[in-house]
Nanobody, 119 residues
Framework: QVQLVESGGGLVQAGGSLRLSCAAS????????MGWYRQAPGKRRELVAI???????NYADSVKGRFTISRDNAKNTVYLQMNTLKPEDTAVYYC?????????????WGQGTQVTVSS
């Protein structure tokens, strides 16, 4: 079973940057889609960014141009570079992985890392 561990969260001022990392306990196969989600108090968990096995990406409109998702399969790690942070980015950020190589596809979640952006 895959375990995901997030790191890199913290407290930053508006306009600052953070880089989140998510390390998987095992090898990230080419069939795995990786993503970042976030959940603010009183709100549902929402998609921030995903990166597919083929390298294509998608971003929430709210983070386009500011956040960049990347992955390093050799290091079993996915990253989220967050620039020009805004107070509305404050949330717990969760790493997600979906293995599409099995049926049904299997979904994994990390425990989350807190990101707080002060105004």
């Amino acid at each position: 079973q895959v375990q995901l561990v997030e790191s890199g969260g913290g407290l930053v001022q508006a306009g600052g940057s953070l880089r989140l990392s998510c390390a998987a306990s095992g090898r990230i196969f080419s069939t795995t889609t990786m993503g970042w989600y976030r959940q603010a108090p009183g709100k549902r968990r929402e998609l921030v960014a995903i990166i597919r096995s083929g390298g294509s990406t998608n971003y929430a409109d709210s983070v386009k141009g500011r956040f960049t998702i990347s992955r390093d399969n050799a290091k079993n790690t996915v990253y989220l570079q967050m620039n020009t942070l805004k107070p509305e980015d404050t949330a717990v950020y969760y790493c997600n992985a979906v293995n599409w190589g099995i049926a049904p596809p299997r979904d994994y979640w990390g425990q989350g890392t807190q990101v707080t952006v002060s105004s």
